[in-house]
């Protein structure tokens, strides 16, 4: 198991930008992935962004471009650039530490986007 703390979350105008980090309570470097989800009011959670053991990233479709995930030893973070009120939910730090781990998470951070 994973303790993850997510911070960085606030409210800002279309077109500004967040950093939003993860904290956790290991190295997470050699995890099979670490991500980030979110959830609008009314919707389903939904996957924001991946990066794999490997390196490798992946993004929603309505993110790329805009949003880059990246890690060091401890930390998982999200750059989120040039923001829309789309945008706005509450976003979720997950872990997988082995391919068949189910997903840790954490609390989450209101994102809120003004038009």
Known sequence: QVQLVESGGGL??????????CAAS???FTFNAMAWHR???GKE???????????STDYADSVKGRFTISRNQNRLYLQMNSLKPEDTA????AAQPMAWDR???GQGTQVTVSA
Not at 45 to 55: K, N, P
Not at 90 to 93: H, Q
């Open 12 to 21: 800002v105008q279309t077109g500004g930008s967040l950093r939003l980090s």
């Open 90 to 93: 509450v976003y979720y730090c």
């Open 26 to 28: 290991r190295s997470i």
């Open 45 to 55: 959670r939904e996957l924001v962004a991946r990066i794999r053991s490997s390196g």
């Open 39 to 41: 959830q609008a009011p």
């Open 103 to 105: 997903n840790s998470w």
